[in-house]
């Protein structure tokens, strides 16, 4: 996979599929190989854990193939159950190499739009592989399975515009025809999408309180996010009657059972942490924190069977009782340090700020992705 090992739903995935005799034309007993057919198919294979997630019966049904069998089951021997596949598509029949030979052949395929995207949660896994079949003559199948992670675009909020409208920045450089084509392309339309949507700033302000007062403003200027981004927020506790000696932020994804498909009723939602910010903030007038969004995570997304939400984690450390500032006389000229109070009654109390996390490139996730672009094996 020259461009990378990650998609975006309905994008078009094109490789490079190599078949090598790898002995050499010195060798005195090297013969030809015959090859008798090979192909490609892509499939999406579904696993969940049986102690959090009822599947109907016939969900555990497994194909068995034959090893004499000449018909392609991208999916045998593997857990689960496949969801979603592709039509094979044969790459040649009756392919003779001779020592040292090599042949190479393309595959392409648009990657099904209507599937769910790459997630390994704690209860749900969707994995998706290229499977490349071949076998030699009178020899068993060989399988070779090339896993690639799928990006979908779910949850997108209604565009800023109308429908017709250009959604990519105008260039001056380009023709009207090609500025044209290029908009007519699904992909590059999502991407510009994408990117329109995640740039608009609408700052959102909220006063934080508890039962005894106002603690502080907390503002974040946006609450849609793309992958790699970085979530910023600011606190004011100037503005607050309640000292709050500590605050930490974190970024979490919840992975929710639909109730259908749920083994317990009432099951708990499994939460995920990605990164956290912490803070002592006592007598301090301004903070803020910056969490990065990883590039390896799943976006929201919803299917029939789970659905991943994303929110921001506070937790909030305030004291019951107002607490003196240090003070400093003005013709003060040594030096003085300040002992804070050696017993304070604190409350804790926390807060969940649901945010949306969309999609990013493809290109750009690909460089931070535990994937590999190439894999071989021996027939």
Same mark, same amino acid.
């Given at each position: 996979m020259a461009r990378g090992p990650v998609f975006l739903a309905g994008e078009l995935m094109e490789c490079l599929i190599t078949f090598t005799n790898p002995m050499s034309h010195l060798s005195t007993s090297a013969t030809s190989?015959?090859?008798? &057919?090979?192909?490609?198919?892509?499939?999406?294979q579904f696993h969940a854990s049986e102690s959090?997630?009822?599947?109907?019966?016939?969900?555990?049904?497994?194909?068995?193939?034959?090893?004499?069998? *000449?018909? @392609?089951?991208? #999916? !045998?021997?593997?857990?689960?159950?496949?969801? @979603?596949? *592709?039509?094979?598509?044969?790459?040649f029949c009756d392919l003779r190499l001779d020592p040292g030979e090599s042949k190479t052949y393309s595959y392409s395929e648009v990657v099904p739009i209507d599937g769910p995207p790459s997630f390994r949660g704690q209860a749900v896994k969707y994995v998706y592989k290229l499977t490349i079949g071949c076998?030699?003559?009178?020899?068993?199948?060989? @399988?070779?399975?090339?896993? =690639?992670?799928?990006?979908?675009?779910?949850?997108?909020?209604?565009?800023? =515009?109308?429908?017709?409208?250009?959604?990519?920045?105008?260039?001056? =450089?380009?023709?009207?025809?090609?500025?044209?084509? !290029?908009?007519a392309r699904p992909l590059e339309r999502a991407l510009d999408m994408l990117m329109v949507t995640t740039s608009r700033?609408?700052?959102?302000? =909220?006063?934080? $309180?508890?039962? !005894? %007062?106002?603690?502080?403003k907390f503002c974040i200027f946006k609450t849609v996010y793309r992958?790699?981004?970085? +979530?910023?927020?600011?606190?004011?506790?100037?503005? %607050?009657? +309640?000292?709050?000696?500590?605050? #930490?932020? #974190? @970024?979490?994804?919840?992975?929710e059972i639909q109730q259908q498909y749920q083994r317990?009723?009432?099951?708990?939602?499994s939460v995920t942490g990605h990164g956290r910010h912490m803070e002592s903030c006592l007598h301090t007038a301004s903070s803020h924190f910056s969490l990065p969004i990883p590039l390896n995570v799943t976006p929201g997304f919803s299917t029939d069977i789970v659905?991943?939400? &994303?929110?921001?984690?506070?937790?909030?450390? $305030?004291? !019951?009782?107002?607490?003196?500032?240090?003070?400093?006389?003005?013709n003060q000229s040594e030096v003085t340090v300040w002992t804070g109070a050696e017993?304070?009654?604190?409350?804790?109390? /926390? &807060?969940?700020?649901?945010?949306?996390?969309?999609?990013?490139?493809?290109?750009?996730? #690909?460089?931070? /992705?535990?994937?590999?672009?190439?894999?071989? +094996?021996? +027939?």
């Open positions: 190989e015959m090859l008798a &057919w090979a192909s490609a198919q892509i499939h999406c959090r997630v009822a599947l109907p019966a016939q969900g555990n049904k497994q194909d068995v193939q034959a090893e004499s069998d *000449t018909v @392609l089951i991208p #999916s !045998r021997g593997e857990r689960g159950q496949c969801v @979603l596949d *592709t039509p094979p598509k044969i790459l076998q030699r003559v009178n020899s068993p199948i060989k @399988l070779l399975r090339v896993p =690639f992670r799928v990006l979908v675009l779910q949850g997108m909020p209604e565009p800023p =515009f109308p429908q017709d409208e250009e959604v990519s920045p105008s260039n001056p =450089f380009l023709e009207e025809e090609e500025a044209s084509r !290029r908009d700033r609408c700052p959102h302000m =909220f006063n934080i $309180t508890n039962m !005894r %007062g106002k603690v502080a992958l790699g981004e970085d +979530i910023i927020g600011t606190f004011n506790f100037s503005e %607050g009657d +309640i000292p709050c000696l500590q605050y #930490s932020v #974190s @970024l979490q994804s919840e992975e317990r009723p009432g099951q708990a939602t659905m991943l939400r &994303w929110r921001l984690h506070f937790e909030f450390v $305030t004291a !019951r009782d107002p607490l003196e500032p240090p003070t400093v006389l003005q017993h304070v009654d604190v409350d804790t109390f /926390s &807060w969940d700020l649901p945010i949306k996390v969309l999609p990013t490139n493809p290109a750009l996730a #690909s460089y931070m /992705s535990h994937f590999t672009g190439s894999n071989s +094996i021996n +027939i």
